[in-house]
Every structure is written in C-alpha cells, then in structure tokens.
C-alpha cells in the first residue's frame, strides 16, 4: 500500500518541528526554513504541470509571505488530497513493488501494488515521474504506465537502464517490496473511441509504453473500429520488448505490427511469424511514406521514443506533407 506522501519541494519532514512559535524570529531562523531552488537533475524535462520549479515557486512564495508576517505557522500547508492510490502531481507518493521481470539485458518491468482495487486514475498517454537518489543527488525521470488505463490493484512500468544513466544507478538497485516514490498524472492523449480512422504508431525502443495502454484500450472495447499499424524499432530481435503481448494483438482484425531492427544483417534467424513484418535497417521518409499509403484509412500519427527519433520522425512527416494537427509527440 502507498507510504506516507512527500512534497516535491525541499521541505523535508523536520520542517514541522523546526517550526515553532518560540523561536526566535532572526534572519537565520527564516533562512534555515527557506526552500532551495531544485537542481537540474531533479526536473525530469517532460513538461509536466505542475513542473518541480513550479512548486518550488509556491513553496518560495508562501515562505516569502510567512516572513514578511512573521508567521511560521503559514509555512504548515495543507497536502493535497487524492483518490484511491494517492497519486497526485504536486506530491511524491511511496508505491511497493510487487515483481521485477527483465525483459532484455538492460530493460525491466516493474510492477507496483495498489490498495484494494483501486487505479492510478490515468487518461491515456499519461506519464508519471519518477524520484530517486544517487550519492545524495536527486534524480527525477517521466514514465509512462504499460498497464491499462483501468487496471485495479496495481500499475507497471517500462524501464531501460543505461550504463553511465544517474537514475539508472537507482533503478538497478530495486527488489521486491522496496518503495518507490512516484507523482502525477501528467499529459495525455485525448483519444475516444472510433476518434480516428486509424492511428500509425512510430515507437522506439521503450517508446512502445505509451502505445500499449491505446492498443489494449482498442481492442478491448468491440465498438472501436479503429485500424492500428505498430512500427517498433529496435536494434535487434532480442531487444524486442513484450513480444507475446504484441504477436496476440496482431491477430486482432483491426491491428497490424512492424518492427524495423537497426542491428540485423539476416531475416534468417527470426522466427517464420516476424520475417514478413520484419525490415532490416533504419526507419526513413521513404519507409514511412509506403507504410502510409497501405494503411486503410487516413492516419493519425503517434510518435514516442528519444529526443533524436521523435525530431527525425517529425521531419519525415512534415516532408510527406502531414500538418501539425495531423501527429502527436509523446
């Protein structure tokens, strides 16, 4: 069940008995309770709102206003209140884990318990962000939940570890029943059903965890017709991420999977049920272009993966003629 909740700002728990009305009112006194600016490492550079430096600027503001009243019972601000799990976006929320799988030699999927039957309350797309420390520096990183929008008792994440990455260091340490500290929901796809013709999905590596919760959200509900063409990329075959999950969608009438592999030389040692969706190579305009004129509707885009592919991947589209209203970056 989740622990007791942390607020994102630098406030830490001693901060309610630091506060008292016998002390005195000096500089150093007002100093000590002044909440420090958060470190670049500790915005995890999605977006959100509100953003760690946004809660930073309330907390500075309340302390400012507390000062100037010469007030200290001003700084005890109320926490936020949530449904079920807690979950909140301006509050840091302890979750246990429940499972780790390894997937592929750098990439885990975590599963996290929730209390009863209760759900995070996401929309899809929605992201979560991560908070975790390394040799005492704080370290915050965006998430988006593999699991389905409604499911009850708990929430899964998709995580690749990278040799040299600071929250890395921090992931690689986790283990059954540890707690981990999560905040949000942030973003969203605004997606209903039957919204689209049909929707082409353009993943790299771990940005295939946005697109799981839409396609099982489409093929879970009869009454969405949607087409989807998935197109995973991925260096090698091994590095495919949930293979079972995506080969059982693939039988769906309205869904079709591509995977494009970066570091294959050979078709020949791929199973016979992927050589035929399979491309040897790097995904490009041309690709693109051709997987757009076999789809069976016009197609909404949805781009996830690195900085470097979502630019790539808009600069294809944009070539090809598609207008901003027409793709969405995760």
Not at 8 to 19: E, H, K, L, Q, R
Not at 161 to 185: I, T
Request: aromatic share 12%; glycine share 6%.
């Amino acid at each position: 069940m989740p622990q007791t909740s942390t607020t994102c700002a630098t406030f830490d728990a001693s901060i309610t008995g630091s506060i008292s009305m016998t002390m005195n009112d000096s500089e150093d006194d007002w100093l000590s309770l002044k909440p420090s600016e958060p470190l670049p490492s500790q915005c995890c550079g999605s977006g959100c709102k509100p953003c760690i430096y946004d809660i930073y600027q309330k907390e500075l503001e309340r302390w400012e206003e507390a000062k100037t009243k010469k007030d200290k019972s001003l700084l005890i601000g109320k926490k936020p209140q949530s449904s079920n799990s807690e979950l909140t976006p301006e509050t840091f929320t302890a979750f246990i884990i429940s499972s780790v799988d390894q997937l592929t030699e750098d990439t885990y999927q975590y599963k996290f318990e929730l209390p009863g039957n209760s759900n995070l309350g996401l929309s899809l797309g929605q992201h979560i962000v991560l908070r975790g420390q390394v040799n005492g520096l704080e370290v915050q990183r965006a998430y988006t939940p593999i699991s389905p929008v409604n499911a009850e008792g708990y929430f899964e994440v998709l995580i690749k570890c990278y040799e040299a990455g600071l929250m890395s260091q921090y992931v690689k340490s986790w283990k059954e029943g540890d707690a981990v500290f999560w905040r949000g929901p942030f973003g969203s796809f605004p997606y209903t059903a039957n919204q689209y013709g049909e929707l082409l999905m353009l993943a790299s590596g771990t940005g295939l965890a946005p697109m799981i919760p839409i396609l099982q959200y489409i093929t879970e509900k009869e009454e969405d017709e949607t087409f989807v063409t998935l197109v995973g990329c991925f260096r090698t075959f091994k590095n495919i991420y949930k293979k079972s999950f995506l080969q059982d969608q693939s039988r769906f009438w309205n869904i079709r999977t591509f995977y494009v592999l970066s570091q294959e030389r050979t078709l020949e040692n791929l199973p016979w049920s992927f050589r035929e969706n399979t491309h040897i190579g790097r995904i490009n305009e041309n690709m693109i272009k051709s997987l757009m004129s076999t789809c069976r509707r016009q197609p909404f885009v949805l781009i996830c993966g690195s900085v470097t592919f979502s630019e790539d991947m808009e600069r294809c589209l944009k070539n090809i003629g598609l207008e901003k209203e027409s793709y969405f970056i995760f």
